[in-house]
């Protein structure tokens, strides 16, 4: 669509993310722009408030009169945790200090959001409540207005803490520590700790609903959990704020037929009152959810399931027009002999979606950066059933870069070097 050809925060930061291990440029130019266009004091009509990161931006004729607010838009409680995560995560792909010396005024200025204004009513939990009847209802990456809800299918109503934005946190909080101690401030990477394992404690023991095993989809404004199934749950393996135990209930969960359609994880579980098929965010598959999720599940060692998503992910996009993955597709079963059902105004090619499937690769691989060595790691990689091999070329780590074959065989994955340049080892742990 036309009208979504625009720079949105949350987008760029997780696109970004996705295609970090492959070129982190992507990286440092969204890293640039929103901390350039990241808001500097209150604005209620823009939603901004010093330290948030931008939703998006627009410079249509509805946003240059005030028809709309979104000339410079913030309305957005997840693209500021993102923010600290992709400048940490891009640091330790690059070892760029001097851009990370830049962003870190950006990245405290994040933080500090998160602890002044992302708490609305100082329980602790990064919340959001629109400002205004101009802007966005939701404010995380559902923002359909339909898209927080009871088990009943009444909507919730805010201040609204989401799930997965807890686990944005929680990872901001582990980031901003790291960041702080490279740049010598030991006290503020003492604190950010402490802060990020109250959170994890304080958020287990008002998310877990044990008899559904997974977590609730969102605390309302009265504190009463959104008891439903959803994608959301996923995220929090992705981010590593959920325990050991509860981590495997959580992918088992949406493993489930209810939860993963076969061509990927709906968002919204069969059987939940407003779950609908057809619906943007309460039923259809997103492959960027998906591929997230199948790195939460490889994070906490549940590769083989990883695996069945990044199949999902193949099965579903060899069907696809030009085999692009769209923004979302139905979340109508697979069948044998049928292709998933389209989404009639999805956006094709869109950022987030085409990124996804170089995440889940990622997954399988084990594949990380040591740039003290420097060295690149897979720990004990992994390929998908219809993959027999893959050919990595130029793939860089600190000033080397090197050419490899993963290739499958019935119970483990070899690899081969087969050009090297530079100071850069390879390493492969079982």
């Avoid at 259809?284 to 990883?306: C, K, N």
């Avoid at 027009?321 to 292709?339: I, K, S, T, V, W």
Wanted: with cysteine; net charge negative; proline share 6%.
């Amino acid at each position: 669509m036309p009208c979504f050809s625009t720079p949105f925060g949350r987008d760029g930061l997780i696109t970004a993310l996705e295609y970090l291990w492959v070129n982190p440029v992507f990286a440092r130019g969204v890293l640039s722009y929103l901390a350039a266009t990241q808001a500097t004091e209150e604005n209620p009509a823009r939603e901004a408030e010093p330290g948030n990161i931008l939703h998006e931006t627009r410079n249509g004729e509805l946003a240059a009169l005030g028809v709309i607010p979104f000339d410079r838009y913030y309305g957005t409680v997840d693209a500021t945790p993102l923010f600290v995560m992709l400048a940490g995560a891009y640091y330790d792909r690059t070892g760029d200090r001097a851009c990370l010396q830049d962003l870190w005024p950006h990245v405290q200025a994040a933080l500090e959001w998160i602890d002044r204004h992302g708490d609305v009513d100082g329980d602790g939990f990064l919340e959001y409540l629109r400002h205004g009847d101009k802007g966005l209802v939701n404010q995380g990456w559902k923002d359909s207005d339909d898209a927080i809800m009871h088990a009943d299918g009444r909507l919730a109503e805010g201040p609204i803490a989401l799930s997965e934005v807890q686990g944005y946190a929680y990872a901001a909080f582990r980031t901003g520590a790291d960041l702080a101690e490279l740049f010598g401030e030991t006290d503020e990477a003492r604190d950010r700790r402490r802060r990020a394992r109250e959170l994890k404690q304080r958020f287990h023991e008002a998310f877990w609903m044990p008899d559904l095993n997974t977590y609730a989809l969102a605390l309302d404004g009265e504190k009463r959990p959104c008891r439903v199934r959803s994608s959301n749950a996923g995220h929090l393996l992705f981010t590593g704020i959920a325990n050991e135990a509860e981590a495997r209930l959580t992918a088992d969960t949406l493993l489930a037929p209810d939860s993963f359609s076969g061509w990927g994880i709906r968002t919204l579980a069969k059987g939940e009152a407003r779950y609908n098929p057809m619906s943007y965010h309460n039923g259809s598959v997103w492959p960027h959810d998906t591929a997230l999720i199948a790195s939460g599940m490889a994070r906490y060692g549940f590769t083989d399931q990883a695996m069945q998503l990044l199949t999902s992910l193949f099965e579903s996009g060899i069907h696809m027009d030009l085999h692009r993955m769209p923004e979302l597709f139905c979340g109508f079963p697979a069948r044998p002999c049928e292709n998933p059902t389209l989404y009639p105004v999805a956006c094709a090619p869109q950022a987030w979606s085409s990124a996804a499937p170089f995440c889940a690769l990622k997954a399988g691989l084990g594949l990380s950066f040591h740039l003290d060595a420097p060295q690149i790691r897979f720990h004990h990689p992994r390929l998908p059933p219809y993959l027999d091999w893959i050919d990595i070329r130029n793939l860089r780590a600190g000033d080397g870069r090197v050419d490899i074959v993963l290739r499958r065989h019935a119970n483990d994955v070899s690899l081969s070097v087969l050009h090297k340049e530079g100071n850069v080892e390879v390493t492969v742990t079982q």
